[in-house]
């Protein structure tokens, strides 16, 4: 057993989504909210797993890329769902705490407030 972080962020962006028949093939805006979650097995010497400032300017590093953007136009995947999203962020906050004793276990990313999409490796 270990112990479970999560932080929570948000972004503004637009998106559509290609070779869906609906009104989401259109370009639309979102509100998105992020959850990430972080997983540790030790504390520090002060009972810290890890800084939430650091998972949190790790975070913002990336949605900072995505903010008031045309999300097809930054994320080279074919289609900026909330899922691939999750995945990239997963992905890519995966790689930039590896350096830490942590374990990115999941990343929830919500479109709105009813409908959320979570990527983690052990789903």
């Not at 999560?6 to 503004?12: E, Q, V």
């Not at 370009?27 to 002060?46: M, P, R, T, V, Y």
């Not at 650091?54 to 008031?68: C, P, S, Y």
């Not at 830490?100 to 009813?114: A, G, H, P, R």
Request: aromatic share 10%; hydrophobic share 35%.
């Amino acid at each position: 057993m270990g112990y479970e972080l999560s932080i929570r962020t948000s972004f503004a962006a637009a998106h559509q989504l290609k070779g869906y028949e609906g009104p989401c093939e259109e370009l639309h805006g979102h509100n998105w909210k992020i959850e990430i979650f972080i997983q540790a097995e030790k504390l520090d010497d002060i009972g810290i797993a890890i800084d939430f400032k650091v998972i949190k300017n790790k975070a913002d590093e990336l949605l900072n890329m995505l903010d008031h953007k045309n999300l097809n136009k930054v994320l080279d995947f074919l289609n900026p769902t909330s899922e691939n999203i999750a995945r990239w962020l997963y992905n890519k906050l995966k790689d930039s705490l590896k350096s830490y004793n942590v374990k990115v276990s999941k990343v929830s990313v919500w479109e709105t407030d009813s409908y959320c999409a979570t990527y983690g490796e052990t789903l």
